[in-house]
């Protein structure tokens, strides 16, 4: 049976049933391109990226309520928004500009199966002047693992089941500096 945009929808939105990831995220905002790695779990939000060679750019650890910008580490309001890095965004797809709200730059339009498996939803305009995109999802992973769109593209390579180390007082390596 060939997916429909619903089963992409339930898909994105039940993201918290994705325990833990590792990847190398590429990231591409305009003409700058950057390879990170990241590690997510987004079953308790939270997420570390950090340089190929393991230094920490930036996280969000929930259960500890700070966030790290790369230079320095602040409480975070429950009451406010957390806005995540853009290496992380797939893994938390509400943050990706594809729901057609009014600040987002695209909709989604239609979704069809790839002979790998996973699922293509091309991505309309939201608004006058941009370009169509495309989203791909991983039904296996139960996640997303590509956005691309004319000023943004992130993709995941070398996707991982990770394990969990972001929970209080649980730290590793070049994990979250605590400030």
Not at 10 to 32: K, M, N, P, Q
Not at 69 to 92: K, N, Q
Not at 164 to 178: D, E, K, M, Y
Request: some cysteine; aromatic content about 8%.
């Amino acid at each position: 049976m060939a997916p429909t945009l619903f089963d992409v929808v339930t898909t994105l939105t039940d993201y918290r049933s994705v325990r833990a990831i590792d990847c190398l995220a590429e990231v591409r905002l305009g003409d700058d391109h950057r390879i990170c790695r990241l590690h997510a779990e987004p079953w308790i939000d939270s997420y570390e990226v950090s340089s190929v060679d393991g230094q920490v750019q930036s996280s969000y650890i929930a259960s500890l309520g700070l966030v790290y910008d790369g230079e320095e580490s602040f409480p975070y309001d429950p009451r406010g928004i957390v806005w995540r890095s853009l290496p992380a965004r797939l893994v938390f797809p509400l943050e990706l500009p594809i729901w057609g709200r009014s600040g987002d730059s695209h909709r989604m339009e239609s979704a069809e199966q790839q002979d790998d498996g996973r699922i293509l939803v091309r991505l309309a305009p939201n608004r006058d002047g941009e370009a169509s995109g495309h989203l791909i999802v991983d039904p296996e992973l139960k996640m997303a693992t590509e956005f691309d769109a004319r000023t943004l593209g992130i993709r995941y390579r070398d996707v991982e089941r990770g394990r969990g180390r972001l929970f209080v007082g649980q730290r590793t390596g070049a994990s979250f500096p605590l400030g």
